[in-house]
């Protein structure tokens, strides 16, 4: 039911899904969504949850690694953050339907915020010990961290808009460019 939910905001956005177009889709009696979501609005926050659920569980395995170091953990991070896992038309459209709709549903607003506190805290302490490893002493950590997540969200609103010709390996570069100007001796734009 959450796919069909998933496939109909894709569809036809966070307004044009209704709890006819989502049983049409599943399959499954109008009455089901009321039965296990009491509501099609719990449902949609359902679909929300999974989203934020599944983008968090791929990078926090990363920052978890204790193989990787902080530079290698970053690079990973990047990459996953345009792997097709997460990085899909319809995934990213029901990001930004929901997006849409975060300022008039505070319910949705903790699962689509640009600034999650667990994934900005974890960009930030990477890019501490990466600080302090280089001895970069005029780099601000904090600036970087909300620049790197500032560059990642406008890359993800340039795929939603251009997915045809949107490269993830430029994309790439263009974000190891970025760290490589402030963290010279670890971000090389050949770690791409």
């Known amino acids: 039911m959450i796919q069909a939910a998933a496939d109909a905001i894709h569809k036809f956005g966070i307004r044009g899904t209704t709890s006819a ?9 109008r009455g089901m969504v009321n039965l296990h979501f009491g509501s099609k609005e719990k449902l949609l926050l359902a679909v929300a949850e999974e989203l934020s659920a599944r983008y968090a569980g791929q990078w926090k395995a990363i920052a978890d690694n204790p193989e990787l170091d902080a530079a290698e953990k970053l690079i990973s991070i990047i990459k996953a953050d345009f792997d097709p896992y997460v990085l899909n ?19 949705i607003f903790p699962f689509i915020d640009s600034r999650d506190k667990g994934f ?34 406008g890359l993800w609103t340039d795929y939603h808009l251009h997915s045809d ?27 791409a």
């Open 89 to 107: 038309a319809q995934d990213v459209a029901i990001w930004f339907s929901f997006r849409a709709e975060a300022l008039s549903n505070p319910l």
């Open 120 to 153: 900005r805290a974890t960009i930030l302490e990477l890019l501490e010990q990466v600080k302090s490893e280089g001895e970069y002493e005029n780099v601000d950590a904090k600036i970087a961290t909300d620049g790197l997540i500032a560059l990642l969200e």
């Open 165 to 191: 010709i949107f490269d993830p390996a430029e994309a790439l570069r263009i974000c190891l460019f970025v760290l490589h100007s402030m963290f010279p001796k670890h971000f090389g734009t050949k770690a």
């Open 21 to 29: 177009r989502i049983q049409e889709l599943s399959g499954l009696s």
